[in-house]
């Protein structure tokens, strides 16, 4: 015996993802099914403080480069150093650096907020 499919209903689903993504597993089309996936990825704290401190050098030219935002700027910065030498929770850390990667993106025309997404991308920010 064959089963007719053809008239059978058929789900469709669309998975959009914008930006970077990592340790990220998607299953479509099963029914009682699961997956597992072990991801073993230690957070570099000295390599994030590192791009930071290089990051902090360009401090000064913010209110040129960022203009009203640069306060924004320099805050999430910040926020992401100290964050950095208390050792906090990565999505804390990320959470910042993706606001000062944000406004970096609005004047992507200026060399320095260019450099600036250069480094945090270096971090897979």
């Known amino acids: 015996m064959e089963k007719d499919l053809s008239n059978q209903e058929q789900d469709s689903y669309a998975v959009n993802i914008q930006g970077n ?5 998607i299953q ?19 390599k994030v403080a590192e791009i930071l401190n290089e990051i902090g050098k360009y401090v000064p030219m913010f209110a040129d480069t960022y203009g009203q ?3 924004i700027a320099e805050n999430a910065l910040n ?6 030498l208390a050792r906090e929770n990565p999505s804390k850390i990320k959470k910042a650096l993706s606001i000062l990667k944000d406004v970096s993106l609005r004047v992507s025309s200026s060399l320095i907020a260019t450099g600036i997404l250069a480094l ?6």
């Open 120 to 125: 945090l991308k270096q971090i897979g920010v």
């Open 79 to 84: 926020e992401a150093k100290e964050a950095v």
């Open 21 to 25: 993504i990592n340790g990220v597993q």
């Open 28 to 46: 479509q089309g099963t029914t009682n099914s699961s997956q597992f996936q072990n991801v073993n990825r230690v957070f570099d704290y000295d």
């Open 69 to 71: 935002d640069c306060k």
